[in-house]
């Protein structure tokens, strides 16, 4: 059983370059978050999306873009990226009940 | 506004001994509160939980308080293992909204 699946787990980027990030979860959950942690800052909720179709901004949303077309799959979006998005970029996903949330391995991104 | 406080970035415990990482939160609103760990290169991974309408639960070493006066919760580990090194956080959601909302993590280290 999979869980939830980030890819990639690694990548460096340059600035002003674009690229997406890719969630899938297998456990048929409604609601899904992408966070990102940085050193100090604990983990910040960039997007999430309560259901297929649709998404909304979290705490640190700019320079970011989301979508949900299918249930299990959440992308993540840096149109133009900026060394202020290196960071550690994690996925979860939690049923209705909203007792947990299962997280991702995590996709440490560098832009230089 | 951070809205769940970790003040305590790091702590250093005797195996054996007992660990206590705190938590402050300032929304009156959270209801449910939730404790994660977190090792190197890996995702957070659910730790254990607890709803407003209690004030501690226990699972197996783990227990969690819940002062809701003070706005306060605590994570106690009894007795601590070397396995039990890792990094914490506390989150907080409520009724009426899909977010978690992460403190910015507690790094135990429990020395043999």
């Known amino acids: 059983n999979a869980g939830v699946t980030q890819t990639p787990k690694f990548r460096v980027l340059k600035t002003g370059q674009s690229m997406t990030l890719l969630c899938a979860q297998d456990m048929n959950h409604e609601y899904m978050y992408w966070y990102r942690q940085d050193p100090g800052m604990g983990l910040r909720l960039i997007h999430y999306s309560v259901g297929e179709g649709t998404t909304a901004k979290g705490e640190v949303p700019d320079g970011y873009n989301v979508s949900r077309l299918k249930k299990q799959n959440f992308l993540l979006g840096l149109e133009s990226a900026a060394p202020s998005q290196t960071s550690v970029y994690f996925c979860a996903s939690s049923s209705l009940d909203r007792l947990k949330a299962f997280f991702g391995q995590g996709t440490r991104l560098t832009v230089v | 506004d951070q809205q769940v406080k970790q003040n305590s970035p790091s702590l250093s415990v005797q195996e054996g001994r007992i660990s206590i990482l705190n938590c402050d939160y300032t929304?009156?609103?959270?209801?449910?509160f939730l404790w994660y760990k977190k090792y190197p290169a890996e995702g957070p991974t659910f730790l254990i939980s607890i709803s407003s309408i209690k004030d501690k639960n226990e699972d197996g070493r783990f227990t969690v308080f819940l002062n809701k006066s003070a706005k306060h919760l605590s994570l106690h580990i009894v007795p601590s293992q070397p396995g039990d090194s890792a990094v914490y956080f506390c989150a907080a959601t409520y009724s009426g909204t899909y977010k978690y909302i992460f403190g910015t993590g507690t790094r135990l280290k429990v020395l043999a």
């Open positions: 929304n009156s609103m959270f209801d449910y």
